[in-house]
């Protein structure tokens, strides 16, 4: 198992400010990183990179808030689609050239794009076709491709597992995969072990949050019926802890969550990482 977490426990923007982060996040024993990119992202590749190495610190990359309105590769249009093609294809080669294994999110549309409507059959190719190409690029540069299924407040795209399992058939590609988040997955999955099942082998990552965005443990996750479903499928894969940093200066107040989720970073990860690698060992959650 490899652990993870994301920036977003600490900071809103990934910047060469913060690299030291990547050296404290292996001291925490994180195995990964997650960084943020878009528009209002601005750093030096190279410097990541180097800072990443010589921590031994893997990065995974996704689009976060500078993600312009219309890069949306579930849209009609065929010019808004190769638009939004062209801006993800963009951000992969900033990941590829920080050395990153994978691109991950909700790549099939854009979070906080809902219509009251099911996806069409039509929609889903429109998007297989998208993420073909992307995976693609991806794949050129040793990167991966993860879709991460969203909540109903946040898609109608893609909203459920067994949703991203049919867009990974028809996207037929084998540099696609799925990242299962357990805090989307409250409002869409009753049966998480059967979710995660069902995936099977397109099972990328977990991110790995409590239902209040909190540190994992305690709410309303089955986390009992999800470490089963890993052994099962004897997963080995990414697992990351995500939440917004809640303190005095952070940034969860602005992601539109009021609940003090994550005051610590680091203390979220040491809680976090205890939780998890006594869950995933079998012993008692609680």
Do not use: K
Request: aromatic share 8%.
């Amino acid at each position: 198992m490899r652990y993870g977490a994301h920036i977003f426990l600490w900071v809103r923007h990934w910047a060469d400010e913060h690299v030291s982060l990547l050296a404290r996040a292996r001291e925490l024993g994180l195995d990964w990183i997650e960084i943020a990119l878009g528009e209002d992202v601005v750093f030096s590749s190279r410097l990541t990179r180097r800072c990443a190495e010589e921590s031994g610190l893997e990065l995974v990359f996704s689009p976060g808030d500078g993600w312009p309105v219309g890069m949306d590769i579930s849209l009609a249009a065929p010019d808004a689609r190769r638009r939004a093609v062209a801006w993800h294809r963009r951000q992969i080669a900033v990941a590829a050239e920080c050395g990153g294994t994978a691109y991950t999110g909700a790549l099939y549309g854009q979070p906080g794009t809902v219509e009251r409507r099911l996806p069409t059959r039509d929609d889903l190719l429109r998007v297989a076709e998208g993420l073909h190409q992307l995976a693609e690029t991806a794949a050129a540069s040793g990167l991966r491709l993860a879709i991460e299924p969203m909540s109903h407040f946040r898609t109608h795209v893609v909203t459920n597992p067994a949703q991203a399992a049919e867009l990974v058939r028809l996207t037929d590609h084998p540099a696609v995969g799925v990242l299962f988040d357990t805090y989307h997955m409250v409002t869409e999955v009753r049966d998480y072990g059967a979710a995660l099942r069902g995936l099977g082998s397109a099972l990328w990552g977990l991110h790995a949050c409590e239902s209040d965005r909190g540190v994992p443990g305690g709410g309303l996750v089955p986390w009992r019926p999800i470490a089963t479903a890993l052994r099962e499928l004897r997963f080995s894969g990414h697992i990351g802890l995500e939440s917004y940093h809640s303190g005095p200066a952070g940034m969860a107040v602005s992601r539109g969550l009021f609940t003090d989720c994550c005051p610590d970073g680091d203390r979220f990860v040491r809680e976090g990482l205890a939780f998890l690698r006594g869950l995933l060992a079998g012993e008692e959650t609680g």
